[in-house]
């Protein structure tokens, strides 16, 4: 992996972002695509998480990976949900790694915050009261089937966030 050059983490902190929780922002302004952090993750292989992680405190927090969940180390798993999200990511899966990338350029004391996908398990704090519904999804960011490729918009590989995505076990093996 070739070495990228990170946004100063001097100017992100984490404070409490009122009803959706603790969440990164901001001191100054970041411009866009710059590479804000890359987070190691811990990976649970499938049977492990289906029988214990799915129904602890780590399911809120876990990404969908080949062979199993992550959970994103460092500022990764602090990221809050947003239906315009200001940062998108990328998984590498050989390197066991997340790139997070601004996806335009963010002003000082804004929050940084990803898209977890539209099958949300909690209530949405961007739509109007009427319109929450709570998502009876997988409890992982990255759940859903959105189009709108928030996540590994900078696939190289040219395979689908999508596709990776809706793989099973078995047909992550064959590729």
């Known amino acids: 992996m070739e ?12 404070q409490d972002c009122g009803q959706k ?3 990164v922002v901001t001191r100054k302004l970041i411009p866009a695509r710059t590479t804000i952090d890359i987070s190691p993750i811990l990976l649970f292989p499938s049977e492990e998480y289906t029988l214990h992680g799915q129904y602890t405190q780590l ?9 199993g969940m992550a959970l994103a180390l460092g500022l990764g798993s602090m990221f809050n949900h947003s239906n315009k999200p200001n940062v998108g990511f990328q998984r590498d899966f050989e390197s066991k790694l997340i790139k997070y990338t601004t996806l335009r350029e963010i002003q000082p004391e804004e929050e940084l915050c990803i898209s977890y996908g539209p099958n949300l398990w909690f209530p949405d704090m961007e739509e109007e009261p009427d319109q929450i519904s709570n998502g009876d999804s ?12 928030f996540s590994d918009s900078e696939d190289v590989t040219g395979e689908g966030f999508l596709a990776r995505l809706q793989l099973s076990d078995a047909e992550e093996e064959e590729t």
Request: no cysteine.
């Open 59 to 67: 399911d809120h927090y876990t990404y969908r990976w080949q062979g």
């Open 3 to 14: 070495p990228t050059q990170l946004f100063d983490q001097t100017s992100l902190y984490i």
């Open 21 to 23: 929780g603790r969440g």
């Open 138 to 149: 997988h409890r992982s960011r990255n759940s859903g089937s959105d189009l709108s490729d």
